[in-house]
């Protein structure tokens, strides 16, 4: 195809000469735009080419066919062409004087054919030449070979040319899109297919030439297509061997100790073990030092114990039922994690290794690592990422059927959550569970989602464990040269069912016949390699035997152990945090008063070249209005939280914050971030410039997909204790789908696997007339998940940071920008970390009412985890008749119709700051305050949600506790299925329905 495309070339440059030699005759005409030479091979290296291709057979055959345009293109383009087009072998074709209707002598037609048949051979091959690769151990292909056109090659490749047995030993000139002549220029055609047909037919089948980069392209085709290229040297392939022996050997083993223990083996897929050693290998070299995994379960404890080399006793003490040392769920074998350092022993390099714990929802844990990798680049300075890198291993059903995966794979380019190119393995075992690769999903490959972010498909046999590991070593290579994300795909099968106890015959009865008679692939490449004299057959049984005597002295150690200790599985340990602090004290959370006039001042000013910077006229009037509350010493919610941020930075504490418009804030509060109004993409971000030597501050817009993000940012919270990573939702039911990561990491990860997380959610909440979609962010769902005994009053002399301690994560719903304040800086100042679900507000954003002052949050100022009545009811508590106990902005809806009505001094409204853990003492004293009020609870919520399920039984148990012989009432909407209504009138008469019920006494 390239000798068209030279023409194309030729043609197009002399017809824009001479248009531009037309132009300088005309005054006001500018000449034409030319394009360079590399602009137009680059067009034309793609999907173009082909198009131009069909064009001019079509025009080949009858030149009515296509358009007068093209007609006239390929006229102008065939002269002078007949040199190019003549390699030595065939000469020069002389010009006949009367030419065809092509515009060429006949002769010199049929060689043009000829050459283009070639370049679509050489293009087939490339492009469609994975969909005939043996790939399969199994011994299946995508495509069929048969040739409707009587030659090689078959129709999937070039379905438009038939090869003349007489042109097979003629030479043709190779264009520069193929590498298989090395430094030869011209190969027989003969030597061109079958060279062809052993890069991209054979054990490895390669996608990639959908990528844009030429550069990419010709960089993947000088690794593959060279004659010899994917060999691999004798040391090589006897490491190869020892690593495949440890992979099987470990599985059978297993097996034969714990015959009836799901183990989720490698048996199959036993090449995944010289893959991930070669890929760190080579990366190792290429001056990675820290690896990140995630992974499926199939192969999990054979990965911890051959590659990241956890203890064998530790692995297989974990089989038997041992008591833990720590107060806590645990979790089984093959989704625990592990973080190990130790000395690669092929390049001399000390590596960091980290397999991330996981549920069984597998997904949850890949967009963690990622936020994990960007996290430790971050905290490493390695801004270009060659220093830690993240590799995931999917499994073929779970990569298709689960949409994380295109979410994760869609952010690998998004400048706040790159982490410069991830490894995708896929532990293919052509079945998920029990369902057929054929219906899994609705396209050839599993990998075919790689495709949309442009990253190359290395699919390679499993059985062929040499090919295994040169594909592993060159996409280790890419990812650091190029720094994108790129996909193995090796394709195997599952010796046994989905866990060794579960019979694939029931579903699979044909497949696994046909897997019952493979050979295991160590056992096959030991007798390839004694066949070729590279190791002989004792050294073969020595590798089996000495790997074997260990495998049974450390069973023999495993059985000494008594406990099991999750901390021996940590995958993100913070030792060096935990030294010297006591667990039972808190550092103030107050801040002096200048550091927050400063940090006002910063966020209430113009930019320093306030005269060249061109500001949004709102913004401007946004700015005054905090000038104004600053000379007030009062803060709204916006500059009490830049406040709670700014004093962190100043303290050396980065923040990180993301989420859907955080930048200006979704409800155009927040401006973290000023846009100049003239010149694209030139901002100013106040918080990056507070103190010459403070910490980094990171605002970022996320895409949208919250599951992917939220988890990200939870795996960014693993990596230091001293950072404050937050995502916020644009509205709070948002994070709806990111449920999975709410409640099988956040909620849950220190009572599973004992990792701590100091991870912030805001969620903004509250029925303002937005509709079912935009009002509740689902408190009852959040609630439902915090690990507290409601029937059970805690210890009078509790200490709230011990009640802290005890929970699995903290809940609040502050009403005050002062306490919102507060709780940001708790989450850094607590003694340990625990996971924040803040419920944030929307429209109480703006509220007069809801501001703080500079008292609230100066030194000697904390938290607050319930804001008791400060009006008359406070002031007279004998005369109250009705207490109502409520969380939230339904606090200054209520209020002000109490105030209407002037009901101060029968109505208490206390507010609930802190809903998880619940301040039983603190409440249990307002109730005591008010000995002949009837106790309600007050919410906008309806019935069946909100928080009415959570507060009922704790306030219940303090009425018991004080032997109170009171009840508890509900104050609220009625039930729905719906968050909210939809109608604006609906929503009116709620609210007034709403109030009425908050004003009976």
């Known amino acids: 195809m390239n000798q068209l495309v030279a023409v194309v070339l030729n043609s197009s440059r002399r017809i824009l000469f001479d248009k531009v030699l037309k132009c300088r005759?005309?005054?006001?005409?500018?000449?034409?735009?030319?394009?360079?030479?590399?602009?137009?091979?680059?067009?034309?290296?793609?999907?173009?080419?082909?198009?131009?291709e069909d064009m001019y057979n079509i025009w080949l055959n009858d030149p009515t066919k296509v358009h007068a345009s093209w007609d006239s293109f390929f006229r102008n383009s065939t002269d002078g062409a007949v040199g190019y087009f003549s390699p030595p072998t065939l000469g020069t074709v002389p010009r006949q004087q009367e030419a065809g209707s092509s515009g060429l002598a006949p002769s010199e037609e049929t060689v043009v054919s000829k050459h283009m048949a070639v370049q679509a051979?050489?293009?087939?091959?490339?492009?469609?030449?994975?969909?005939?690769?043996?790939?399969?151990?199994?011994?299946?292909?995508?495509?069929?070979?048969?040739?409707?056109?009587?030659?090689?090659?078959?129709d999937i490749i070039s379905p438009y040319y038939k090869i003349d047995p007489a042109d097979m030993d003629r030479k043709f000139k190779l264009p520069k899109t193929t590498s298989i002549g090395g430094k030869e220029k011209y190969l027989p055609l003969r030597d061109i297919i079958?060279?062809?047909?052993t890069a991209y037919c054979e054990n490895i089948g390669l996608e990639y030439m959908f990528i844009n980069s030429v550069e990419q392209c010709d960089w993947i085709r000088d690794k593959f297509e060279p004659p010899g290229s994917t060999e691999?040297?004798?040391?090589?392939?006897?490491?190869?061997?020892?690593?495949?022996?440890?992979?099987?050997?470990?599985?059978t083993f297993c097996a034969k100790k714990y015959p009836s223990e799901k183990r989720f083996g490698l048996d199959g897929l036993e090449s995944l073990i010289p893959c991930l050693k070669?890929?760190?290998?080579?990366?190792?070299?290429?001056?990675?030092?820290?690896?990140?995994?995630?992974?499926?379960?199939?192969?999990?404890?054979?990965?911890?114990?051959?590659?990241?080399?956890?203890?064998?006793?530790?692995?297989?003490?974990?089989?038997?039922?041992?008591?833990?040392?720590?107060?806590?769920?645990?979790?089984?074998?093959?989704?625990?994690?592990?973080?190990t350092a130790r000395m690669n022993r092929v390049t001399n390099k000390n590596v960091k290794i980290v397999l991330i714990a996981n549920p069984s929802h597998l997904g949850c844990s890949f967009p963690a690592v990622l936020g994990k990798v960007r996290g430790e680049q971050f905290f490493k300075g390695d801004v270009e990422g060659k220093k830690v890198m993240a590799i995931i291993i999917h499994g073929d059903a779970a990569l298709t059927g689960q949409g994380v995966n295109f979410e994760i794979m869609n952010i690998s380019e998004v400048p706040c959550y790159t982490t410069h190119g991830v490894l995708h393995i896929v532990a293919n075992n052509q079945i998920g569970f029990t369902t057929d690769k054929k219906v899994q999903g609705s396209s050839p490959y599993c990998t075919d989602i790689a495709r949309s972010i442009n990253a190359p498909i290395m699919h390679v046999n499993a059985d062929c464990p040499e090919k295994v590991v040169y594909v592993s070593k060159v996409a280790a290579e890419w990812r650091q040269k190029f720094g994108r994300d790129v996909v193995i795909d090796l394709v195997g099968y599952r010796r046994y069912g989905h866990q060794e106890i579960d019979d694939p015959n029931f579903t699979q009865p044909v497949l696994y016949k046909r897997i019952s008679k493979m050979v295991p692939v160590f056992d096959q490449y030991a007798r390839k390699l004694v066949n070729e004299k590279i190791v002989s057959e004792n050294e073969v049984n020595n590798i089996r035997n000495e790997y074997l005597k260990i495998l049974e002295d450390e069973f023999q150690k495993s059985k000494q152990e008594k406990h099991l200790s999750l901390k021996d599985w940590l995958d993100s340990p913070w030792d060096a945090f935990f030294e010297g602090k006591d667990e039972n004290k808190m550092k103030p959370t107050g801040v002096k008063e200048e550091t927050l006039q400063h940090i006002c001042q910063v966020v209430s000013s113009l930019p320093p070249d306030s005269a060249k910077f061109v500001l949004h006229k709102g913004l401007v009037k946004v700015l005054k209005n905090r000038k104004d509350m600053l000379a007030k010493r009062t803060v709204d919610w916006a500059m009490g939280e830049a406040c709670g941020f700014g004093s962190l930075l100043k303290e050396g504490i980065p923040v990180r914050m993301t989420g859907e418009d955080v930048e200006r804030g979704t409800f155009s509060h927040r401006h973290h971030v000023y846009h100049?109004?003239?010149?694209?993409?030139?901002?100013?971000?106040?918080?990056?410039?507070?103190?010459?030597?403070?910490?980094?501050?990171?605002?970022?817009?996320?895409?949208?997909?919250?599951?992917?993000?939220?988890?990200?940012?939870?795996?960014?919270?693993?990596?230091?204790?001293?950072?404050?990573?937050?995502?916020?939702?644009?509205?709070?039911?948002?994070?709806?789908?990111?449920?999975?990561?709410?409640?099988?990491?956040?909620?849950?990860?220190e009572d599973k696997w004992a990792r701590q997380s100091g991870f912030v959610l805001q969620l903004p909440h509250g029925l303002e007339g937005g509709g079912p979609e935009h009002s509740s962010c689902r408190?009852?769902?959040?609630?439902?998940?915090?690990?507290?005994?409601?029937?059970?009053?805690?210890?009078?002399?509790?200490?709230p940071i011990q009640h802290i301690k005890n929970i699995n994560w903290l809940v609040t719903y502050c009403s005050t920008p002062a306490n919102h304040f507060h709780a940001l800086r708790r989450q850094i100042l607590l003694p340990f970390r625990k996971p924040l679900v803040m419920l944030a507000p929307k429209a109480i954003l703006r509220y007069p009412e809801a501001r703080s002052s500079f008292d609230e949050m100066k030194e000697g100022t904390e938290f607050k985890w319930i804001i008791p009545d400060d009006g008359p009811a406070g002031s007279d508590p004998a005369g109250v008749q009705k207490v109502m106990f409520c969380s939230g902005k339904v606090f200054y809806d209520i209020k002000k119709v109490v105030k209407e009505k002037h009901m101060e001094s029968k109505i208490a409204l206390i507010r609930i700051e802190q809903l998880a853990p619940f301040p039983f003492s603190l409440v249990k004293k307002e109730i005591q305050k008010y000995p002949k009020a009837k106790i309600c609870w007050l919410q906008e919520e309806h019935k069946n949600q909100g928080f009415w399920d959570h507060m009922e039984p704790r306030l219940r148990t303090i009425l018991k506790a004080l032997k109170d012989p009171r009840d508890v009432s509900y104050v609220g909407r009625a039930v729905s299925a719906s968050p909210a209504t939809g109608f604006r009138f609906k929503h009116g008469t709620e609210i007034r329905q709403l109030q009425e019920d908050a004003l009976k006494i």
């Not at 079958?194 to 047909?197: C, D, G, K």
């Not at 691999?232 to 599985?251: D, M, S």
């Open 25 to 52: 005759t005309h005054k006001n005409v500018d000449p034409p735009k030319i394009q360079s030479s590399s602009e137009i091979d680059s067009f034309l290296s793609g999907s173009s080419a082909q198009y131009i």
């Open 121 to 154: 051979i050489i293009r087939g091959y490339q492009v469609r030449g994975h969909l005939l690769a043996k790939l399969d151990p199994l011994g299946t292909t995508v495509a069929s070979r048969d040739s409707k056109n009587g030659g090689d090659p078959p």
């Open 194 to 197: 079958s060279r062809l047909e």
């Open 232 to 251: 691999i040297p004798v040391e090589k392939k006897k490491l190869t061997l020892a690593r495949l022996a440890r992979a099987q050997l470990f599985e």
């Open 278 to 339: 070669t890929i760190m290998d080579r990366s190792s070299e290429l001056g990675v030092e820290m690896f990140v995994i995630g992974m499926a379960h199939r192969g999990r404890l054979n990965i911890l114990v051959n590659v990241c080399r956890k203890s064998l006793v530790h692995t297989f003490a974990f089989f038997e039922p041992l008591q833990p040392f720590e107060h806590c769920s645990g979790d089984v074998k093959y989704h625990l994690g592990v973080f």
């Open 676 to 749: 100049h109004q003239d010149i694209e993409n030139e901002t100013y971000c106040p918080l990056h410039n507070l103190y010459p030597d403070q910490a980094n501050y990171t605002v970022c817009n996320s895409t949208l997909a919250e599951y992917a993000i939220m988890g990200f940012e939870h795996g960014y919270s693993f990596v230091s204790p001293n950072a404050l990573v937050i995502w916020e939702a644009q509205f709070g039911d948002f994070a709806n789908t990111g449920q999975p990561i709410i409640d099988q990491m956040i909620s849950s990860s």
């Open 779 to 799: 408190p009852e769902r959040l609630l439902d998940m915090v690990s507290e005994d409601p029937d059970v009053m805690p210890p009078e002399d509790i200490k």
